[in-house]
Nanobody, 114 residues
Framework: QVQLVESGGGLVQSGGSLRLSCTAS????????MGWYRQAPGKQRELVAS???????NYADSVKGRFTISRDNAKNTVYLQMNRLKPEDTAVYYC????????WGQGTQVTVSS
């Protein structure tokens, strides 16, 4: 069983920055891929960014050049640095971890005001 705990959400003005953290209850070296998803009201959950155990990254087109995903294996933590935030980035952000099962955190709210 893997538990994922997110932190770092909040309210920020357009153009601002936030850093989300996701800490796992197990060594993330054992987690094949970790990622961040988001879900805005009335919309489907969508992938924001992901990073494999080997360090390969993938980003949604809408966040390329603004968001950066990284991992600290020693801290069992994955980060999402979000810069130049826009109102359309407002959503609940969820951490995801894939082993042979799919694990999710509880979500953290990010609100970007215009």
């Amino acid at each position: 069983q893997v538990q994922l705990v997110e932190s770092g959400g909040g309210l920020v003005q357009s153009g601002g920055s936030l850093r989300l953290s996701c800490t796992a209850s197990v060594s993330i070296v054992s987690i094949r891929s970790m990622g961040w998803y988001r879900q805005a009201p009335g919309k489907q959950r969508e992938l924001v960014a992901s990073i494999t155990s080997g360090g390969s990254t993938n980003y949604a087109d809408s966040v390329k050049g603004r968001f950066t995903i990284s991992r600290d294996n020693a801290k069992n933590t994955v980060y999402l640095q979000m810069n130049r935030l826009k109102p359309e980035d407002t959503a609940v952000y969820y951490c995801n971890g894939i082993t042979w099962l799919d694990y999710w955190g509880q979500g953290t709210q990010v609100t970007v005001s215009s």
